[in-house]
């Protein structure tokens, strides 16, 4: 029985002997994910004919941005009309309520005077000749939005936010003709301005 004893106790003493303390380390792995934004232009109704009789336009046309972004973005829509001698100018501005676009020949160019005059919100036809002015009907934001699109008139652009995710801004042009810009001063041809959508501000 005392052999059975000392065996016992000099079990627990070896595996006491054994014991020890933890002993680990720990590292933290990471990876960055930068902000990210892509704006791509959409096939939309970008074409639309021109009534002669009246300039009012057959049908309404229409811009599609589509917006991926993994954060919060502030977005500015822009257009440009081009006027004479390749002059970038502001394509949108405000006559009382509504928002216009001015719409150039795309070879008989507007002069920058004609632009101007349009711009100026109290126009004459006779003297912008070769530049046409539709109001904007609507902006349409569908998705990952934060707030509607509002007009900053001085610096001639939509703002608005989009949250992460995926969002579409439509923009539709109206058929009606501001007939302070329709003459038939205006020469037969094809008429445009580039909507521009962007994160950069002016």
């Not at 970008?46 to 993994?70: Q, V």
């Not at 001085?154 to 608005?160: D, L, T």
């Not at 009606?176 to 038939?184: E, G, H, L, N, R």
């Amino acid at each position: 029985m005392k052999k059975q004893i000392l065996a016992a106790m000099l079990l627990l003493a070896a595996t006491g002997g054994c014991a020890h303390a933890e002993n680990f380390a720990r590292q933290t792995v990471q990876a960055t994910l930068p902000a990210y934004v892509d704006i791509k232009a959409e096939d939309g109704g970008l074409h639309s004919n021109i009534k002669p009789e009246t300039g009012e336009l057959e049908n309404t046309i229409t811009s599609k941005f589509t917006i991926s972004s993994n954060d919060r973005l502030n977005l500015y829509l822009k257009a440009e009309t081009i006027a004479d001698g390749g002059t970038a100018m502001p394509g949108f501005f405000k006559k009382g309520d509504s928002v216009y676009l001015i719409l150039g020949h795309t070879t008989r160019k507007p002069s920058s005077v004609a632009v101007t005059d349009i711009a100026s919100g109290n126009a004459t036809a006779e003297n912008n000749p070769n530049a046409i002015a539709y109001p904007v009907a609507n902006i349409d934001l569908q998705g990952k939005y934060y707030s509607d699109p509002v007009f900053n008139d001085s610096k001639k652009q939509y703002e608005f936010t989009v949250d992460q995710g995926v969002t579409t801004a439509l923009t539709t042009i109206s058929t009606a003709v501001d007939a302070t810009t329709y003459s038939f001063d205006d020469t037969a041809g094809n008429y445009e301005a580039y909507i521009i959508l962007t994160d950069t501000t002016t």
